[in-house]
């Protein structure tokens, strides 16, 4: 590549996506440190669980007189290292469990309504970046950051519950249709938090201010996981004469299921993401 293009106008215009993507995580490296700290305390707490966590949970449970052919008395009733044991994997999916909110509300609050408010988005796209390149950048590396942390979760917490230990299968919570075990066990646990993501976006760019922004982010995407644990059940036709509950459908629905809810919500993400692009292309005036 020549000097000239390189110092020319255009060059200087419109960035690298190397340098837009630096730009992103530089403007939001505290919610990045965050972020990859409660990967790292997830992913760690799911290790613990695999090894030491639930050996120390199945000899305690041994010792009780549990997990032979005759249990005594208070099997059900577990000890301290059973309850840290559950304790811990509990706290691990549950981050799953409330990433998305947490998700919807930094995307609309601190990633896009701050930055409309403060003008700071008016001002990279007079100068260096035009708005459609500028959100893209803005939905592109905060997604990429997302998928490959709850896909190392998730793959963690499969093999927990996957492994058919003794503990593991002397737990009560790892009944596969429980909604925070099916939404941490596959693509869902992926693809909530890349709605909650577009949704976070579109509520920011709507709104235009922080706090109203966040707000309104955390409602639709509560919004959106509560409307769909009530229809779950009914994305997969039960057995004949059976109630349409998670329950009642047999362990080999889990991933009809799981696949049906997740191509709802990468809809909800794709509509979402769309609509983002339209609001503000209709507002700058600027090509896409």
């Given at each position: 590549?020549?000097?000239?293009?390189v110092?020319?106008?255009?060059?200087?215009?419109?960035?690298?996506?190397?340098?837009?993507?630096l730009?992103?995580?530089?403007?939001?490296?505290?919610a990045?440190?965050?972020?990859?700290?409660?990967?790292?305390?997830?992913a760690?707490?799911?290790?613990w669980a695999?090894?030491?966590?639930a050996?120390?949970?199945?000899?305690?449970?041994?010792?009780?007189?549990?997990?032979?052919?005759s249990p005594?008395?208070?099997?059900?009733?577990?000890?301290?290292?059973?309850?840290?044991?559950?304790?811990?994997?509990?706290?691990?999916?549950?981050?799953?469990?409330?990433?998305?909110?947490?998700?919807?509300?930094?995307?609309?609050?601190?990633?896009?309504?701050?930055?409309?408010?403060?003008?700071?988005?008016r001002?990279?796209?007079?100068?260096?970046?035009?708005p459609?390149?500028?959100?893209?950048?803005?939905?592109?590396?905060?997604?990429?950051?997302?998928?490959?942390?709850?896909?190392?979760?998730?793959?963690?917490h499969?093999?927990?519950?996957?492994?058919?230990?003794?503990?593991?299968?002397?737990?009560?919570?790892?009944?596969?249709?429980?909604?925070?075990?099916?939404?941490?066990?596959?693509?869902?646990?992926?693809?909530?938090?890349?709605?909650?993501?577009?949704?976070?976006?579109?509520?920011?760019?709507?709104?235009?201010?922080a706090?109203?922004?966040?707000?309104?982010?955390?409602?639709?995407?509560?919004?959106?996981?509560?409307?769909?644990?009530?229809?779950?059940?009914?994305?997969?036709?039960?057995?004949?004469?059976?109630?349409?509950?998670?329950?009642?459908?047999?362990?080999?629905?889990?991933?009809?299921?799981q696949?049906?809810?997740?191509?709802?919500?990468?809809?909800?993400a794709?509509?979402?993401?769309?609509?983002?692009?339209a609001l503000?292309?209709?507002?700058t005036?600027?090509?896409?």
């Open positions: 590549m020549s000097a000239a293009t110092g020319s106008p255009a060059a200087r215009r419109f960035p690298e996506p190397r340098g837009l993507f730009a992103v995580l530089r403007v939001h490296r505290s990045l440190l965050f972020w990859l700290g409660l990967v790292a305390v997830a760690g707490a799911l290790l695999l090894g030491p966590g050996d120390s949970a199945w000899a305690e449970y041994r010792a009780s007189g549990c997990g032979g052919d005594g008395l208070g099997c059900d009733l577990p000890g301290p290292a059973h309850g840290r044991y559950e304790t811990v994997v509990a706290c691990a999916s549950g981050l799953l469990a409330v990433l998305p909110v947490l998700t919807g509300a930094w995307a609309g609050g601190a990633l896009i309504g701050r930055e409309l408010e403060s003008g700071t988005a001002l990279a796209w007079t100068q260096s970046v035009t459609a390149r500028w959100l893209a950048a803005k939905l592109a590396v905060p997604a990429l950051l997302l998928v490959t942390g709850t896909l190392a979760i998730t793959l963690l499969r093999t927990l519950w996957a492994s058919d230990s003794h503990v593991t299968r002397s737990v009560g919570w790892h009944e596969w249709h429980d909604d925070s075990v099916f939404e941490a066990n596959g693509t869902l646990a992926t693809a909530q938090p890349l709605a909650a993501l577009a949704l976070g976006v579109l509520a920011g760019l709507v709104v235009g201010r706090l109203p922004a966040l707000a309104a982010a955390a409602l639709a995407v509560t919004a959106l996981i509560y409307v769909l644990d009530e229809v779950r059940p009914h994305l997969w036709p039960t057995p004949p004469g059976t109630p349409v509950l998670m329950h009642e459908h047999p362990a080999s629905h889990f991933w009809p299921l696949l049906v809810e997740t191509g709802i919500v990468l809809a909800v794709a509509l979402a993401t769309a609509a983002s692009f503000l292309r209709r507002r005036g600027a090509a896409a």
